[in-house]
């Protein structure tokens, strides 16, 4: 059965620095798909980064930057000079291949920025 | 506005009673989903629908269905509420599987008193 792991339940950085949310999973399936998702205070779940389980390019978008490990199961997340903004819910989450491919999340890393 | 819409925003009802959440997806996306959120569970999922059909099925009480209609959108019913059935309800939509990810609507937070 598919599982997504988030130890870190709350995580507080002053603003500028840089933060990395851990994210370990378990699929017994080889094609795999993988998400974050941000939850802002203000409650939405804003699609982040997908990732399939055959590219393990590392990916960047602007601050942000995802380190996909199928050696370590891992998926991690990186947020590069922090901002007050970014304080959030972050899930990482986890769909398999095939008919049941319902999303799968993780219980979600608390973000706090400070200024 | 992420094309998803979920009605009602916020609900208050009473234990014992009986509610209906609503959810119309993006356009074009045939798959529907729904997850509860609660504050120690996490995003739990519910149930799918794809096309009209249920697809898979989560940790839903028997005291909760759903359904989707020909014109895709979906509803939630849950029955005979409890305290614990507070929690924040999010639909979600893709164009077909769970693969492609989901645009979630802005969710229903139901409040049991």
């Known amino acids: 059965a598919q599982k997504v792991t988030q130890a870190q339940t709350e995580i507080s950085v002053v603003e500028k620095e840089d933060v990395t949310l851990d994210c370990v999973y378990e699929?017994?399936?080889?094609?795999?798909?993988l998400f974050w998702y941000k939850q802002p205070p203000s409650g939405e779940l804003v699609f982040l980064i997908r990732?399939?389980?055959?590219?393990?390019q590392n990916e960047i978008s602007g601050r942000y930057s995802w380190n996909f490990q199928k050696s370590t199961s891992s998926f991690n997340f990186t947020i590069t000079a922090s901002q007050v903004v970014d304080s959030a819910v972050y899930f990482c989450?986890?769909?398999?291949?095939?008919?049941?491919?319902?999303?799968?999340f993780g219980k979600g890393t608390r973000l706090h920025i400070l200024p | 506005d992420s094309g998803v819409t979920q009605t009602p925003k916020h609900l208050i009802t009473a234990t014992g009673q009986r509610v209906t959440l609503r959810c119309s997806p993006r356009?074009?996306?045939?798959?529907v989903y729904w997850y509860q959120q609660s504050l120690d569970q996490g995003l739990q999922f519910l149930i799918q629908?794809?096309?009209?059909?249920?697809?898979a099925k989560g940790n839903i009480l028997e005291r909760f269905s759903a359904q989707q209609f020909p014109d895709l959108h979906s509803e939630l019913n849950l029955s005979s509420l409890e305290l614990g059935d507070s929690a924040l309800y999010f639909c979600?939509?893709?164009?077909?599987?769970?693969?492609?990810?989901?645009?979630f609507g802005s969710g229903t937070r139901l409040t049991v008193v």
């Open positions: 979600a939509s893709s164009p077909a599987g769970g693969n492609y990810g989901y645009t």
């Open positions: 699929t017994r399936d080889t094609t795999y798909y």
């Open positions: 990732r399939n389980s055959f590219d393990e």
């Open positions: 989450a986890l769909s398999e291949a095939g008919r049941d491919d319902k999303i799968i």
């Open positions: 356009s074009g996306d045939l798959s």
């Open positions: 629908y794809y096309n009209g059909e249920e697809r």
